[in-house]
């Protein structure tokens, strides 16, 4: 097998496995001579294929760099050096031939064994075709927009803080900013029953922008919740000052102490809980607050270096703490055990796309599916930021968090409050989320299964919050009695003496039609945004991953369309047309589309139109136990 067949299997393994083989500058000069030294000017296409699946790749940049190894080539550099980079990276190697000419022995000094083995490159899934080339896209940012929300009529609250956003893709971030410290600060005072679990809207939002996209504003969401935690941390200066004073007055006793009881030194209690913590740490912080508690971090970086600190490893805390489960820990050192049941830990994050891998390594991690991302595109013209002139937005953040404690503390006085869902908004909500998992299953395997069923938990959590807000703007909103359509009503369960007596502890909550349809409507966004940060991540089981422009064209489609209809829109959205081919055939080979004749069936749910090369008009039909008719 000559260098270039070589370098071609190479290449296939690598956009397999969608491993960015030269991460660093260092390393990417060093490909290029590889490839340069070996295969000339016929690898120069070879070489675009290995980089482009870096979101670095700039097609111009290496252009520059190719030339210039083909010029200045490195006698010492060869093409053993690619496949040591792949190796590196994780892709799969066949070694059951060798090269054994002189240019491999001395490329050994660049490898990590002498005999370096590379002539034959197989791709991670077995036995499988390979699929068109599919070109990837430069940078982060996919070529089509991903969707913003849908503009709703949100309770007050929400669409005050919203109006301080400067631009769409705010508007959407500070909502799911709102979302996560108003429902942190609910904790378990408010759930929804779902998957056989109380869910309460306890959430993990992750917004990911590029530098100075905008992000910063994220800063003030943090003083929604901070008249929460100064409440908290005046008490706890209060209560370690009184031990101060018994403790003293404890030690100059004498032997009399032997008669009283030791003062206790006061729990830390807090709400807002640093990411710059030690596993133990952060097990203490919430333990001491009951299971509660938010972490608000503008840089993911700080909690992922926590993580990965020698005294860190407390990735499974988040992950055990957004399903509500018991969290312990024992140290053998005073043979202290603490526990706490139910934790309602949340989180709030943002950071730059680099700094994703560093927190989330793979989708097998977990945290990745339990993440509601966020994905801000880049700014790239300049933003006048004198426009709102005085405007202190941390005095007016601030108000509003005061004017929210107000409502949390009338809330927290009244007991537990419930969702309760009517069966025809269950239907409407598993009806949803069928459609998605089975169009997901078809582009991602089962990738984001996991994302797409906990997506689904953290829908349940933000209606359930968004009811219990609609709820407290009402002026008495515990006054059932004199509304007819009252959205706090007592617990069926309640006993009628009690109900009388003015004594509930429980009450059920009814969200709205509008605010409903209004949550429904943020999953479709969430998943596509969801899936855009998948392509930041190492490929697992998933030979071709679908990404956010994939799902934007053929939503774009309809229900019927031709190859030159697809092709025509795929330019618009700066999609290769080999790649939107790929997709489309792929589906094909998948048996995920069947080919009808124009008129052997009624036109389902969903359906396109191609052109086959002799011109033949045919009808693709993406059906799920679905059958044709004829007309």
Not at 92 to 112: I, S
Not at 477 to 488: G, R
Not at 579 to 603: E, V
Request: glycine share 4%; aromatic share 8%; net charge negative.
């Amino acid at each position: 097998m000559d260098e270039i067949e070589s370098l071609c299997r190479l290449c296939e393994a690598v956009e397999t496995a969608g491993a960015d083989i030269a991460p660093t500058y260092a390393e990417y000069v060093q490909l290029a001579f590889a490839i340069a030294t070996d295969c000339g000017e016929a690898g120069r296409e070879f070489f675009h294929r290995l980089c482009r699946v870096s979101a670095k790749y700039e097609r111009e940049h290496a252009e520059r760099i190719f030339s210039n190894a083909l010029t200045t080539r490195h006698g010492d550099v060869h093409l053993g050096t690619a496949f040591h980079l792949a190796e590196r990276a994780g892709v799969t190697l066949c070694k059951e031939e060798m090269m054994n000419h002189r240019k491999n022995a001395k490329n050994a000094g660049n490898a990590p064994s002498k005999n370096l083995t590379h002539t034959h490159v197989y791709n991670k899934v077995d036995n499988e075709e390979p699929y068109e080339s599919e070109e990837l896209q430069d940078g982060s940012d996919p070529n089509q927009p991903l969707p913003s929300f849908t503009e709703a009529d949100w309770p007050k609250i929400l669409l005050l803080i919203m109006s301080y956003a400067t631009s769409p893709t705010q508007r959407d971030v500070m909502l799911l900013g709102a979302l996560t410290a108003i429902g942190a600060s609910m904790e378990r005072y408010v759930r929804c029953p779902y998957a056989g679990k109380l869910q309460s809207p306890c959430l993990q939002s992750f917004i990911v922008a590029p530098s100075a996209s905008g992000k910063g504003i994220l800063s003030f969401i943090r003083l929604l919740v901070e008249p929460i935690h100064d409440e908290i941390r005046q008490k706890v200066a209060e209560e370690v000052k009184a031990y101060k004073k018994e403790k003293a007055a404890y030690d100059t006793m004498g032997k009399e102490r032997c008669k009283v009881e030791a003062p206790q030194m006061p729990k830390n209690k807090m709400f807002l809980i640093s990411g710059n913590n030690t596993g133990t740490g952060i097990l203490q912080n919430i333990m001491d607050a009951n299971g509660t508690g938010l972490i608000c971090e503008t840089e993911a970086d700080t909690i992922s270096a926590a993580i990965g600190s020698e005294y860190g490893h407390w990735s499974d805390t988040l992950r055990k703490a957004f399903d509500h489960d018991r969290l312990s820990y024992n140290r053998r050192t005073d043979q202290e055990y603490r526990e706490v049941k139910k934790s309602y830990l949340s989180l709030l994050l943002s950071g730059t796309p680099a700094q994703v891998k560093p927190l989330i390594p793979s989708t097998e991690n977990g945290l990745f599916s339990r993440q509601l991302f966020y994905y801000m595109h880049g700014i790239w013209t300049w933003i006048n930021q004198f426009e709102s002139g005085e405007t202190d937005l941390e005095a007016i953040f601030t108000g509003i968090g005061l004017e929210w404690k107000k409502q949390l503390d009338l809330m927290k006085a009244h007991g537990l409050h419930t969702l309760r869902l009517t069966d025809e908004q269950k239907q409407e909500f598993n009806t949803l989320f069928a459609d998605l998992f089975f169009r997901s299953g078809l582009a991602n395997d089962n990738e984001m299964s996991s994302s797409i069923a906990r997506l689904a938990v953290n829908t349940c959590r933000i209606m359930a919050e968004i009811a219990m807000i609609r709820a407290l703007e009402c002026d008495q909103p515990y006054q059932f009695k004199d509304s007819s359509s009252p959205l706090l009503t007592p617990d069926k369960e309640i006993a009628a003496d009690n109900i009388k007596d003015g004594i509930i502890t429980r009450w059920d909550v009814t969200i709205t039609a509008e605010d409903f349809h209004a949550v429904l409507e943020l999953v479709t966004p969430l998943y596509r945004h969801a899936t855009h940060i998948l392509s930041f991540l190492p490929s697992t089981e998933v030979k071709h991953r679908a990404n956010a422009d994939r799902d934007a064209l053929f939503e774009i489609m309809g229900n019927q369309f031709t190859r030159a209809q697809l092709l025509e829109q795929a330019e618009k959205m700066k999609i290769k047309p080999n790649t939107a081919l790929s997709w489309l055939n792929r589906l094909i080979k998948k048996d995920c589309l069947s080919i009808q004749t124009i008129k052997a069936f009624i036109r389902a749910r969903m359906c396109a139109c191609v052109r086959e090369p002799s011109e033949k008009v045919h009808f693709l039909h993406l059906y799920n136990n679905r059958t044709f008719h004829e007309s």
